[in-house]
C-alpha cells in the first residue's frame, strides 16, 4: 500500500499570497497517477487535478500540480477566500487507492 | 446527482447498509466507489463496483464489505458487517473507480449502542 504523506499540516496565508502544498509518497506513483482535492467545511471533496497537473471541468487556473515519482506539490497562485480549505493528494496508480492526511489552508 | 440514504445509527457488531441513489444521468459504464470520512480526519476509499457487478474493496475492510449495483433502479449499496466504533464516519458516494469526480453530499453514520 502507497502511504502518502502532507506538508505542512496547516498554512496561514493572506487572500492574494500564494500557496504552496507538498505530498510526498512512500513508493513511486505508478503511472504519474496522482490527485488532488479541496474540501471546504461541511462539503464533500471537490477533484482539482489529476493526472498530476490535469485541472478538472470548472477548476480556475490559479490551481496548478507537478512533480513526478514520489514527490508533488499543489501550488495555489493567489489565493481567493474561497480557497480556505483542506486539501488532500491521492494515488490511483493500484489498488488500494490512498489519500494523504490533508493540508489546512487557513486565512491568517 | 448522488444521494446517500440509510440509517445514521448501527448497533457495534450489526451491519451498516447505505444506498447511493443517482439522477441525472446512466449508471453504465460507470465505476461507483464508497469514501468514508471519521470526524475530523481524512479519507479513506472503501471500495469501488462497476456497473456490470464487477468490484474491487480496500483489503484493510474486504472481509466486511460487500456491494452491489442496480442499474434500473439508478442505485448502488454498500453493505458493512461488524461495526465498531471505529466505523463512525461520514459515508460518500462518488463516481469513479479512480479518480472521484462527482460525489454525494455524504450521510453521518454513528456506530453505538
Known amino acids: 500500500e502507497i502511504v502518502l504523506t502532507q506538508s505542512p499540516g496547516t498554512l496561514s496565508l493572506s487572500p492574494g499570497e500564494r500557496a504552496t502544498l507538498s505530498c510526498r509518497a512512500s513508493q513511486s506513483v505508478p503511472s504519474n497517477f496522482l490527485a488532488w482535492y479541496q474540501q471546504r467545511p461541511g462539503q464533500a471533496p471537490r477533484l482539482l487535478i489529476h493526472?498530476?497537473?490535469n485541472r478538472a471541468t470548472g477548476i480556475p487556473d490559479r490551481f496548478s500540480g507537478s512533480g513526478s515519482g514520489t514527490d508533488f506539490t499543489l501550488t495555489i497562485t493567489r489565493l481567493e477566500p474561497e480557497d480556505f480549505a483542506v486539501y488532500y493528494c491521492q494515488h490511483y496508480g493500484s489498488s488500494p487507492f490512498t489519500f494523504g492526511p490533508g493540508t489546512k489552508v487557513a486565512i491568517k | 446527482h448522488l444521494q446517500e440514504s440509510g440509517p445514521g445509527l448501527v448497533k457495534p457488531s450489526e451491519t451498516l447498509s447505505l444506498t447511493c441513489s443517482v439522477s441525472g444521468g446512466s449508471m453504465s459504464a460507470y465505476w461507483w466507489s464508497w469514501i468514508r470520512q471519521p470526524a475530523g480526519k481524512g479519507l479513506e476509499w472503501i471500495g469501488r463496483m462497476y456497473s456490470n457487478g464487477k468490484s474491487d474493496q480496500n483489503s484493510s475492510l474486504k472481509s466486511r464489505v460487500a456491494m452491489s449495483v442496480d442499474t434500473s433502479k439508478s442505485q448502488f449499496s454498500l453493505r458493512l458487517t461488524s461495526v465498531t466504533a471505529a466505523d463512525t464516519a461520514v459515508y460518500y458516494c462518488?463516481?469513479?473507480?479512480?479518480?472521484?469526480?462527482?460525489w454525494g453530499q455524504g450521510i453521518l453514520v454513528t456506530v453505538s449502542s
Open positions: 493526472g498530476i497537473s
Open positions: 462518488a463516481r469513479g473507480g479512480t479518480i472521484f469526480g462527482y
